[in-house]
């Protein structure tokens, strides 16, 4: 029995650990906790609300003109949609009527910020606004669709078909799976992928001010596709280039090769990282 258990101990020392491990989410940060008051020229009303809906395949999220999007993955067979509602002005009367107006949509696998139109864009000169920031919990195995203009977008522990864009903010993606795309015109992205090739279908992150960090696991194939401007590749795998390179354009494979991988920046450098 002894020689039985030291050599299941042995196995069971032997089996590689899988690159990162999923994590399941459950510490609310969204808050109201900032006490800026932008220089003593506005009145700021801020409030955080909570709805939770069932469980849905796909997730749709836009949080309006103003505000940025938090998406992570957690266990449990429902989702939880905490908004913070902002709202400014020139007196708290005038905030809080804005505040007012400011409707958080969630339904049928559809979440949404909307409010009165003030001024047109964001700017902080002038006298009202409102923002909608999103802090989501959904399964791991969720499809999302994101857009957001003025604000950034995080997505952690989240596997499936994920289409994300922001328009004015950076892009953070953290153990996520599946068919990946993501694209910012004023930000960097950073993705570092979890699992295996086997577990990503495609890859497609682009941004025209920014640079772009992807982290994959050691083991990781992919057909490599990059295109800088301004800007250097800086790569941990060992890179091999057959036929002429355009300007900033390269094509290789990594490890066996593998699905596609592509990475364009117009101002910004590209970092291929071995986790």
């Known amino acids: 029995m002894r020689i039985a258990f030291a050599l299941m101990a042995l196995i069971t020392l032997a089996i590689p650990a899988p690159a990162q491990q999923l994590r399941d989410n459950r510490d609310k940060q969204l808050s109201c906790d900032s006490n800026d008051n932008y220089g003593g020229r506005r009145s700021r009303l801020c409030d955080v609300r909570?709805?939770?809906?069932?469980?849905?395949?796909?997730?749709?999220?836009?949080?309006?003109?103003?505000?940025?999007?938090?998406?992570?993955?957690?266990?449990?067979?429902?989702?939880?949609?905490?908004?913070?509602?902002?709202?400014?002005?020139?007196?708290?009367?005038e905030a809080r009527s804005v505040a007012s107006q400011v409707r958080v949509e969630a339904a049928g696998g559809r979440i949404r910020g909307t409010g009165p139109d003030l001024n047109g864009l964001f700017n902080w000169n002038e006298d009202r606004n409102w923002a909608v920031s999103f802090e989501v919990f959904t399964p791991f195995n969720t499809d999302l669709t994101i857009d957001s203009h003025n604000g950034?977008?995080?997505?952690?522990d989240v596997r499936g078909q994920i289409d994300v864009?922001?328009?004015?903010?950076?892009?953070?993606?953290?153990?996520?799976?599946?068919?990946?795309?993501?694209?910012?015109?004023?930000?960097?992205?950073?993705?570092?992928?979890?699992?295996?090739?086997s577990d990503i279908r495609q890859i497609d992150?682009?941004?025209?001010?920014?640079?772009?960090?992807?982290?994959?696991?050691?083991?990781?194939?992919?057909?490599?596709?990059?295109?800088?401007?301004?800007?250097?590749?800086?790569?941990?795998?060992?890179?091999?280039?057959?036929?002429?390179?355009?300007?900033?354009?390269?094509?290789?494979?990594?490890?066996?090769?593998?699905?596609?991988?592509?990475?364009?920046?117009?101002?910004g450098g590209i970092r291929l990282r071995r986790m």
Do not use: C, K, Y
Not at 189 to 194: E, K, L, P, R, V
Not at 214 to 221: H, I, K, Q
Not at 241 to 265: C, E, K, Q, S, Y
């Open 50 to 93: 909570e709805i939770t809906l069932g469980p849905s395949s796909r997730l749709e999220i836009e949080p309006g003109r103003n505000g940025g999007v938090t998406v992570r993955g957690w266990s449990q067979n429902s989702i939880l949609v905490r908004a913070r509602v902002e709202a400014w002005a020139d007196s708290d009367s």
């Open 165 to 197: 864009e922001t328009h004015n903010g950076g892009l953070r993606m953290t153990r996520v799976a599946g068919d990946i795309r993501g694209q910012s015109h004023n930000g960097g992205i950073q993705a570092d992928i979890d699992g295996n090739t």
């Open 205 to 267: 992150l682009s941004t025209h001010n920014g640079a772009i960090t992807l982290s994959v696991p050691s083991s990781f194939g992919a057909r490599v596709e990059t295109q800088t401007h301004h800007g250097r590749l800086e790569s941990d795998f060992p890179i091999t280039v057959r036929g002429r390179l355009d300007g900033g354009d390269m094509n290789f494979n990594i490890g066996a090769g593998g699905p596609l991988v592509r990475l364009g920046t117009h101002n």
């Open 152 to 156: 950034g977008i995080t997505i952690s």
